[in-house]
Every structure is written in structure tokens, then in C-alpha cells.
């Protein structure tokens, strides 16, 4: 073997800071502040001077190298900055679901062994009701936010602002080695304990490149975008690497996303063109649009993941100059997977616009049958869905001899079992079909069906439960659930809610409850949840 002999320089974060300060050192960076009405403004340069600070501090508190630093967090400027000073400084940045659990949320802290926790302030009441369980290894928490002197807690704690303001501006920014870990993202934990993954700064460059091309995200340093997809999910699908490594001007809404006139606010304010989000936040802007009139947005491309949208949305919102494409990713692909880039739905049939879209580069994927076997990409058969690149999970965080990554050794290659029913056409175009374990995505959240079920039988009233994923108008898919009571007991729907309201979170709740007097079952003595499904999939469009 001959090697090239070209030179080598580490795929590192750090790299596309200096590549941004090198090109794009005005760029804009917006964050709507926590008082939902005024912006914060700065540019890259500004952002990173301030890494730097927040670099500088890590180093004075003495927090170790290779350190995990927990981000529980809103989508900010100071939330961006720590995508930077962390990683950059050798350190990981471990982003974190404020709205999990708080059982979740100390499985994944304690697993990560995080050194600090950053929260923002309407979330220290979080840390506070954990801390007695995080002393042994979090060693200072620091919040967020603009200084706030009235703000109590009986944790000692220090502002984020108080602690950089006296750094320097500068930072001897080490040359690291692109294996080294630079993030940390769980998933869920629906079905079982969360589990780690662990980003290097490799796969965070070479993702941030592959999003960077004209078929998958397609920044360029005339581009606004603003993503609605949260922070602690996936980082923000990768964007604050990618949209810097570009150059565009970036909009942060807080924690504001949900709140539709706040964003389309935001979009007409400050020229946002480009936008990625759960398909509930594209339906809600539809409705905000078709409610007061509007004709006019500069928003151009809506990117939504997490679930499919639907035809109906994506032409409604093509009506206002919107292409919405779906795509596919998760926790353990670095984020999107695959992109349906769409320029114009006149031409294209509406089984191709419904598709989660082309494998971005360096995504590899086939299908398995039930015997094992590879299967054809010809869009009609159906199997298992598997993957590998160099945006791929090989291994979990702290995994453990019950917690699998679902790995599969072909031929010294390790594939990825992704737990879904996909089909794949001869161009390369992914289709989702259905979901191994009965998992329901509902809003962008994971919500599994077993939990549920487990936690209903368990309800003195009832012989059996079934839940299903039910098409909803709003949220894409919400659980429905079905159940045989006991002779002569009659349940009402509310007293399903108050009984699993401290067992489960709120969005794994079903919406509705149906009595049935007999379930419907497969040859082989199961519940027939296809059955069911064929049913009752359509119950919230009807009811």
C-alpha cells in the first residue's frame, strides 16, 4: 500500500471557528431574549471572542480535560457559544432534554458523569430537585441568562455572564485530534434506559460539510436560517456547526418555538429563508398563515423530521412559496440521514414528495428480510432498516451488558439495525413504512407503546390494553389506546389520564381510550395490532 502525500490537518470544531472568523467575522447572529419581545445581536466574531471567555473559565475552574458539560438549555446565543468554548477547549458538550422525566433526566446525568451543569433560569428548579443525587460529581453549576441577583436557589451556583466578564477575549485554542469526543446526545430511553452517544470531532465536521451540499441543507453566507428544532436534540440537527461553516446569519428563538406569532414574527423581522422543525410547528404556522391572510413570508424551505408531514400541509404551504421536505435522522445518525429536497411539487407524484428522502453522503443503507436476507431497492419490498457511515454510532456511552446497539458484524463492516420497516427505490429515495417495537412519534417525541400498555395493566379495572399510533390533525401521530375492562366495570377516558398522570410524561398520555369487549388476535396467540390499526388509525380525523 502506497499512502498520498498530502498533508494532514485535524477535522476538528475548532477548525470551523477559525474558518468562519477567517470569512465570515460580521455575520449576524439574532436570539429572541427571554422576554419574548426584544433581540439580542451580535455578530461571529463577538460569539466567539465571548467561547474564548467561557474556554478561559473552564480552565480557571479547574474542570478536567474530556470533561462532560451538561447543557440544560434553550436555543440562545449563550447556548451556541458553548458548542464552541466546550468541544474547542477539549472538553464534550452534553446537550440535554429539559422536558424528560426527572427519573430520565438522572439516568442520563449520572451516566454522562457530567462536571457542570449550565441551566437556564426557569430551569435551575430541575438541578435543585436532583442535586442531592448529582453532589458526587457535579462539581459547579452556572446559569444562564442575564444576570439576575433576586434569583434564589439553595444550590450554590454562578451567572454565566459574571463568570466570563473578567476572561480574556483570547484563547490558546488547541490543534485536537479529530477521534476525540466532542458531544454527547441520549436518546429517549422509551424503550429502556437512555442511551449515550458519543459524537467525535470527525463526525461532527464531516456531517456539517455533508448538510453544507445543495441537495441536503444548502447554506450559503446570504442564507437566514432559524431552527425550531431544539438544541438538546441533536444540537439543533447539527446547525450551529453547519450554518458557521457556511456562513449564514442565524436566528435563535429562546424557547419560543412553540409559540407561532413569536416565530413569524421572528421569520418577517429578520428575513429567515430557512427553517427546521417537527411537522406540529409547520401545521401551526399553516394554520397562522390561512387564519390572518397572510399572503407573503420570506421563508422559503421548511425542513421537518421526527415525523413525515403530510401531502395536504406540504401543499398548503407551497401555496405560500414553502417547500416543505421531509427527512430522516436520529440521535445515533449525527442527525438528518436523508433529505427530500424538493424544488417544485407540479411534476413530482405525491408517493415521491411523501418520501423521507436520498441517504446524504457517506450514508450507506440496505434492507433486511425476515430470513436474514438482503433485500432489492426497488420501493415495493418491505424490511428491516440498516445503516452505517461515518456518522454513525458504533457503540453507546457507558453501555452495559443489557443495553445493545443494535450492531450487526457483516464481513469486518458494522451495520446499524435502526429498528425501521423502510423501502428504498432505485434512486435511493428512503420510505418509512412502519416502526419495530410499536413505537408512536408524536410532536417530534418517542412515546412507546409497551410503556403505556404496562403501566394501564396494572389499573385495577382492566384485563388488557392495547395502544396504537392513531393519525392526529396536529400533533402527526398520537397514542390511542384500546382496552377490555373487567365484567361489568365501565372506564371513563379521564380517569385514565389521572391514573397515568405520575407514570408516564405527559405527551406519552393517550388522547382517547376505546372499549372493546374482545381483542383481535394473530395466529400465534398476539394481540393483532395490525388489526387494530386498520381499525382505528384514522379514530382523531373522525372524532
Known amino acids: 500500500m502506497i499512502n498520498g502525500m498530502m498533508m494532514h490537518c485535524n477535522l476538528n470544531i475548532t477548525s470551523i471557528m477559525q474558518h468562519a472568523l477567517a470569512l465570515y467575522a460580521e455575520q449576524k447572529i439574532v436570539t429572541l431574549k427571554s422576554d419574548g419581545m426584544t433581540t439580542h445581536e451580535y455578530t ?16 480557571r475552574l479547574q474542570v478536567s480535560k474530556n470533561a462532560k458539560v451538561g447543557t440544560i438549555a434553550w436555543n440562545t446565543y449563550q447556548h451556541f457559544e458553548l458548542h464552541y468554548a466546550i468541544p474547542c477547549s477539549q472538553r464534550i458538550y452534553h446537550t440535554i432534554n429539559p422536558k424528560l422525566p426527572h427519573e430520565q433526566l438522572l439516568q442520563i446525568i449520572a451516566s454522562a458523569q457530567n462536571e457542570v451543569i449550565i441551566v437556564e433560569q426557569d430551569c435551575l428548579h430541575i438541578v435543585e430537585a436532583l442535586y442531592e443525587h448529582l453532589q458526587p460529581f457535579v462539581k459547579h453549576v452556572i446559569v444562564l441568562g442575564d444576570t439576575d441577583k433576586t434569583l434564589k436557589s439553595p444550590l450554590e451556583f454562578m451567572f454565566y455572564e459574571e463568570l466570563i466578564a473578567t476572561e480574556s477575549t483570547t484563547y490558546d485554542w488547541p490543534d485536537i485530534p479529530e477521534q476525540t469526543a466532542s458531544g454527547l446526545c441520549y436518546t429517549s430511553g422509551t424503550t429502556g434506559t437512555p442511551k449515550g452517544v458519543l459524537y467525535s470531532h470527525r463526525s461532527t465536521v464531516l456531517h456539517a460539510l455533508t448538510l453544507s451540499m445543495a441537495t441536503v441543507v444548502g447554506l450559503d453566507e446570504n ?3 432559524m431552527p425550531l428544532v431544539p438544541l438538546y436534540h441533536i444540537s439543533a440537527w447539527g446547525i450551529p456547526f453547519n450554518a458557521v461553516l457556511c456562513g449564514a446569519k442565524i436566528v435563535w428563538p429562546n424557547s419560543f418555538a412553540g409559540q407561532i406569532e413569536k416565530v413569524y414574527q421572528l421569520i418577517q423581522t429578520e428575513s429567515v429563508d430557512v427553517s427546521m422543525a417537527v411537522p406540529t410547528i409547520w401545521t401551526a404556522l399553516r394554520n397562522h398563515l390561512q387564519e390572518n391572510n397572510i399572503t407573503e413570508t420570506t421563508l422559503k424551505r421548511a425542513i421537518s423530521g421526527g415525523s413525515a408531514a403530510s401531502y395536504s400541509l406540504i401543499e398548503s404551504l407551497s401555496r405560500y412559496g414553502i417547500a416543505l421536505e421531509n427527512a430522516w435522522g436520529m440521535t445515533e445518525t449525527s442527525s438528518l440521514g436523508t433529505c427530500n429536497r424538493i424544488n417544485d411539487l407540479t411534476n413530482l407524484p405525491k408517493t415521491q414528495v411523501l418520501k423521507c428522502g436520498r441517504p446524504i453522503f457517506g450514508m450507506q ?7 436474514d436476507e438482503l433485500l432489492p431497492h426497488n420501493g415495493i419490498s418491505e424490511g428491516t432498516l440498516e445503516i452505517r457511515g461515518h456518522n454513525v454510532a458504533r457503540d453507546y456511552n457507558n453501555n452495559s451488558d443489557n443495553q445493545t446497539t443494535n450492531n450487526i458484524t457483516d464481513n469486518t463492516k458494522v ?9 428504498i427505490d432505485a434512486r435511493g429515495y428512503l420510505n418509512i413504512t412502519d416502526r419495530a417495537k410499536d413505537m408512536i412519534k408524536t410532536g417530534g417525541e418517542w412515546v412507546s407503546s409497551v410503556e403505556i400498555e404496562n403501566a394501564m395493566l396494572g389499573h385495577e379495572k382492566v384485563v388488557e390494553a392495547a395502544v396504537i399510533a392513531a393519525n392526529h390533525p396536529k400533533w402527526g401521530e398520537r397514542p390511542l389506546l384500546i382496552l377490555v375492562a373487567k365484567p361489568t366495570m365501565h372506564i371513563e377516558h379521564v380517569e385514565i389520564e389521572t391514573y397515568l398522570a ?8 393517550p388522547s382517547a381510550t376505546i372499549l372493546i369487549s374482545e381483542m383481535p388476535y394473530t395466529g400465534t396467540g398476539k394481540i393483532s395490532k395490525k388489526t387494530l390499526r386498520e381499525k382505528y388509525y384514522d379514530y382523531f380525523m373522525k372524532n
Open 44 to 59: 461571529y466574531k463577538d460569539a466567539f471572542a465571548r467561547a474564548a471567555q467561557f474556554a478561559n473559565s473552564l480552565d
Open 502 to 509: 405520575h407514570k408516564l410524561h405527559k405527551w406519552s398520555i
Open 415 to 423: 451495520w446499524f439495525d435502526t429498528g425501521d420497516i423502510a423501502t
Open 223 to 225: 442564507s437566514c436560517i
Open 365 to 371: 443503507m440496505r434492507l433486511k428480510g425476515k430470513n
